[in-house]
């Protein structure tokens, strides 16, 4: 069984509709969360960052993280086509900046 | 924002020969980098951590001879692939750390699509 387990898609939605994207996992040790966007041929680029359980909003993005179902998401509202990208959970324990990344999720928004 | 960049972006090169890439943090100090790996439609998957000064320590299943890692400076790791095959065709990303996971502020470079014909 993976760490980290993460839908790989491909996920197609309509522009302006709500994308909810998720990742599951199974260490208990994990504290730090985030959300990284990857265009094609391109390095992952920080979208959310999160510590233990809570929910974080950032303009159109909310992270949700629960901790005692091992669940994390991303929501994306009034989603648009620059949005269409694939998009990679990660997460660390305690301390350390050694990341376990999802598998992504490719995101496709149509206009 | 902080920023890695990272050199050559893409590299094509013949089989058995050495290719160097190079990870730099342009406005930051960052004691340690982290290189990954990720193939065609698949996640990251980390290969080492450089630490500055020392010796990088390598995860479970990386050839610490083919890849080799030098961090030799506060703002500059390099990974060498050495003796590269079609296998080694890939493409290698590395990040570094502004202030630490407490902050989340781990960035990444733009990442090296090796070939190797």
């Known amino acids: 069984q993976k760490e980290v387990e993460q839908d790989p898609g491909p996920l197609s939605v309509p522009e302006g509709a709500i994308v909810s994207l998720n990742c599951t996992y199974s260490?208990?040790?994990?504290?730090?969360f985030m959300w990284y966007r990857q265009y094609s041929r391109k390095g992952p680029e920080l979208l959310m960052y999160t510590y233990s359980s809570g929910n974080k909003e950032d303009g159109r993005f909310t992270a949700q993280v629960d901790k005692s179902s091992k669940y994390i998401s991303l929501f994306i509202r009034d989603s648009q086509p620059s949005d269409s990208a694939t998009y990679l959970c990660a997460m660390a324990r305690e301390g350390n900046e050694k990341l376990t990344f999802g598998t992504g999720t490719r995101l496709t928004i149509i206009p | 924002g902080a920023v890695v960049s990272q050199h050559p972006s893409r590299v094509i090169c013949k089989s058995g020969t050495s290719v160097k890439i190079e990870c730099r943090s342009l406005d930051f100090q960052a004691t340690t980098m982290f290189w990954y790996r990720q193939f065609p439609k698949q996640s990251l998957m980390l290969m080492a951590t450089?630490?500055?000064?020392?010796?990088?320590?390598?995860e479970q299943g990386v050839e610490k001879d083919k890849f080799l890692i030098n961090h030799a400076s506060l703002t500059l790791s390099t990974l060498t692939v050495t003796s590269a095959h079609p296998e080694d065709s890939s493409f290698y990303i590395c990040?570094?750390?502004?202030?630490?996971?407490?902050?989340?502020?781990?960035?990444f470079g733009e990442g090296s699509r090796l070939t190797v014909l």
């Open positions: 260490n208990s040790a994990f504290q730090y």
């Open positions: 990040s570094a750390s502004f202030r630490g996971i407490d902050t989340g502020e781990l960035f």
């Open positions: 450089s630490n500055e000064g020392s010796k990088a320590t390598y």
